[in-house]
């Protein structure tokens, strides 16, 4: 039992999550109270780890407060526990997007990468992996219009099949089958919208994403791609993916209908290739579905295709995951994202007894990231985006490996939040960017900001049936 007392809730979030990741079984609970005398103290199973009573400079903002105080939190958790984390007391935050607004700045890479290794604690590893992926981000978005440009999510909400891990927002298809047409004519109204008000702009990237966009009828993804090419002009579109995703969903006719719209860019998930685990997580596929329908899209003439990976699946070992990679290796895909298992409240698998079982892998999970890294040198892939996320077993990272011309720029978009993503479909969630000098204040910390998150409602019905106020909570900011 971890009991963490506080005086104020600014320290709250990041002192939860540092513990966590160096004690993650360990139930923790904080207190909070104005009056304690201490700004922040810890006691693991009765015995006091950490009292801070005050720190040496109070800085007006703040933000130089947390940073001390986090490290004095980690400083104490890696002397309890014996044992670093890589990317130190950085807590689901993206590291690239730190390094690469110290590279815009025209700082030395050494120099950058001292500050961040003594400022985050960081390990030298992990900052090497980061400045290389920082620095091919920043020569590929460099070619792109930040203030003029913007890119479109679409999202389908429908799946095979719910997976274990899965806490995006899916339904089964076959609960919703006499409904998609429904869904299909709200988005498409969402659609026209958006084409409508954005007349002015350049649309650089498109993604289809979900759920399982591959779940529709063929007939339906036509219509769907139809209305897409009829509302936007395409002249400035750098790359259009769709996730096709589920290998269950996927048949020779609708990625037919995919290659008739030009798509560039593909993902065909096996999230693993252990039958096993394909059976225990809710894959209602097999190995060789995946292996037929990767070589039918390249029969097609696909030449750019994502395969997504998730290390530390239950009961998987260091040895399955190589046989993963070796199979993989043989398909020889333009694109793999290597995902560390997050364990997401949503999901099934917070809820079972599994979830013990997975956190306990991070050792497991190092060895397996540390292969697929080595498998994608070997499949000369080159690392080109990276992401955390809360909750990841071990404290590891996602990251996506791809050939040099083939990197997904929509997903180093959407980490580096340089360029807005007008999300539409049900649980989307927009991100606008404000331009310099239109930033608006937080009402929570009273500092301005330039993002603007829009969500739109998870749940099918509720986005047909509002669907027009959907569009009005866009109207509001787009493009004021």
Known sequence: MVNIYLREDFYAYDAFHIIKGFLPNEQIKQYIDAKRNEIISIEINGEKVLKIQEISEYNVEKKENKNEVNKKIYLAMEKYTRKSMAWGILTGIRPTKILMKELEKGIPEEEIKQWFQQRYLVSEKKTELGMKIAKREKSLLEKLDYQNGYSLYIGIPFCPTTCAYCSFTSYPIKAWKNRTEEYLEALCKEISFVGEVSKEKKLNTIYI??????????????????????????????????????????????????RQHQITRISINPQTMQQKTLDAIGRKHTIEDV?????????????????????????????????????????????????????????????????????NQSETLSEMIE?????????????????????????????????????????????????????????????????????????????????????????????????????????????R
């Open 291 to 359: 292996i037929s329908v990767y070589h039918m899209a390249r029969e097609l003439g696909f030449n750019n295709i994502n395969m997504d990976l998730i290390a530390g699946l239950s009961g998987e070992t260091v040895v399955d995951m190589q046989d993963t990679l070796e199979k993989i290796k043989k398909l020889k895909p333009d694109n793999l994202t290597v995902h560390s298992l997050a364990i997401k409240r949503a999901s099934r698998l917070n809820q079972s007894e599994l979830k013990k079982e997975l956190v």
């Open 209 to 258: 994403g979900g759920g399982t966009p591959t779940t529709l009828e063929a007939r339906q993804l036509d219509k769907l791609l139809t209305h897409v090419e009829k509302t936007f002009p395409l002249k400035d579109l750098k790359e259009f993916t769709v996730e096709a995703g589920r290998p269950d969903s996927i048949t020779k006719e609708k990625l037919e209908v995919l």
């Open 371 to 479: 292969l697929a890294g080595q498998y994608a040198k070997e499949m000369e892939l080159i690392p080109y985006y990276l992401y955390r996320q809360k909750n990841i077993a071990g404290n590891f990272e996602n990251v996506g490996y791809a050939k040099v011309d083939k990197a997904g720029i929509y997903n180093i978009l959407i980490m580096e939040e340089k360029q807005s993503i007008i999300a539409v479909g049900a649980g989307s969630s927009t991100k606008i960017v404000l331009p310099k000098g239109k930033e608006i204040q937080d009402k929570k910390s009273g500092q301005l900001k330039n993002i603007v998150r829009i969500e739109n409602v998870k749940d099918v019905d509720a986005y047909i049936t509002r669907i027009d106020e959907m569009i009005e909570r866009k109207g509001e900011w787009l493009w």
